[in-house]
């Protein structure tokens, strides 16, 4: 009664009969039921659905478990970003590598706007051009689910006006599922290094994902970054 469907129906629904429940109707099932975001999730994917409303960007939190995993690659730099892409944590290799996230603020701990905009990251990516092209594809595939969120509009809207390569880059609406590569770096202390890299989502609905960066045999990646580990300074280390 409260979900607004016949009692046959639903019960035909329950058990598991072909009756095709349209978005409207299992919306109005999650409500009555009072099902959480979980499960709702769940029932949509039971039906073969899509859920229709907006996304909105949740608040970023890194909780323990996931904070002492990142801790424990000590050779591997990794990071954690939300949905927008920004930063959340990092290890020390990541600080090693990329330098200290702790040093930025707001949008500029933000991938997107590092690739971009940083000159160090910039000079760091030895094919630039071809990562940033690549970078931004996969960010619009993902940005695709938070349409009309303000706080995307605004990076997006920042980004049109600080890059021009993002600029022209950005209308061709270029859409690339990104899930693992190659890159190859020119540190301004190590010289060449090679890594591999894997996106990991976290599945506990937030979008968030780790970042996980493997070095390789090939110019001695492996060595380099011990050395650059063992040269950090105690303040970039992590507690």
């Given at each position: 009664?409260?979900?607004?469907?016949?009692?046959?129906?639903?019960t035909?629904?329950e058990?598991?009969?072909?009756v095709?429940?349209?978005?409207?109707?299992?919306t109005?099932?999650?409500g009555?039921?009072?099902?959480?975001a979980?499960?709702?999730?769940?029932?949509?994917?039971?039906?073969?659905?899509?859920?229709?409303?907006?996304?909105?960007?949740?608040?970023?939190k890194?909780?323990?478990?996931?904070?002492?995993?990142?801790?424990?690659?000590?050779?591997?730099?990794?990071?954690?970003?939300?949905?927008?892409?920004d930063?959340?944590?990092?290890?020390?290799?990541?600080?090693?590598?990329?330098?200290?996230?702790?040093?930025?603020?707001?949008?500029?701990?933000?991938i997107?706007?590092?690739?971009?905009t940083?000159?160090?990251?910039?000079?760091?990516?030895?094919?630039?051009?071809?990562?940033a092209?690549?970078?931004?594809?996969?960010?619009?595939?993902?940005?695709?689910?938070?349409?009309?969120?303000?706080?995307?509009?605004?990076?997006?809207?920042?980004?049109?006006?600080?890059?021009?390569?993002?600029?022209?880059?950005?209308?061709?609406?270029?859409?690339?599922?990104?899930?693992?590569?190659?890159?190859?770096?020119?540190?301004?202390?190590?010289?060449?290094?090679?890594?591999?890299?894997?996106?990991?989502?976290?599945?506990?609905?937030?979008?968030?994902?780790?970042?996980?960066?493997?070095?390789?045999?090939?110019?001695?990646?492996?060595a380099?970054?011990?050395?650059?580990?063992?040269?950090?300074?105690?303040?970039?280390?992590?507690?």
């Open positions: 009664m409260i979900a607004g469907v016949g009692t046959t129906w639903y035909w629904l058990q598991g009969r072909d095709r429940p349209s978005v409207e109707v299992l109005a099932l999650s009555a039921l009072r099902l959480d979980a499960e709702k999730r769940h029932l949509f994917t039971l039906a073969g659905r899509q859920q229709p409303e907006r996304r909105r960007i949740a608040e970023g890194v909780e323990g478990p996931l904070l002492h995993m990142l801790q424990s690659l000590v050779l591997q730099p990794a990071y954690v970003v939300g949905p927008r892409w930063v959340l944590a990092w290890n020390d290799a990541a600080v090693a590598i990329f330098g200290d996230y702790g040093l930025l603020e707001g949008d500029a701990r933000n997107i706007h590092g690739v971009f940083d000159p160090h990251r910039r000079h760091l990516l030895v094919d630039w051009e071809q990562l092209r690549a970078t931004l594809a996969a960010f619009r595939a993902e940005s695709a689910r938070y349409v009309g969120d303000p706080d995307f509009e605004r990076l997006i809207a920042l980004m049109m006006r600080s890059s021009p390569e993002f600029r022209e880059w950005w209308p061709q609406r270029d859409v690339v599922h990104r899930l693992s590569g190659m890159k190859h770096l020119r540190h301004p202390i190590a010289g060449a290094m090679a890594f591999e890299h894997m996106s990991l989502s976290i599945d506990d609905g937030s979008d968030m994902k780790l970042i996980v960066y493997t070095p390789l045999a090939e110019q001695n990646s492996i380099k970054l011990r050395s650059l580990l063992d040269a950090l300074p105690a303040e970039q280390r992590s507690a």
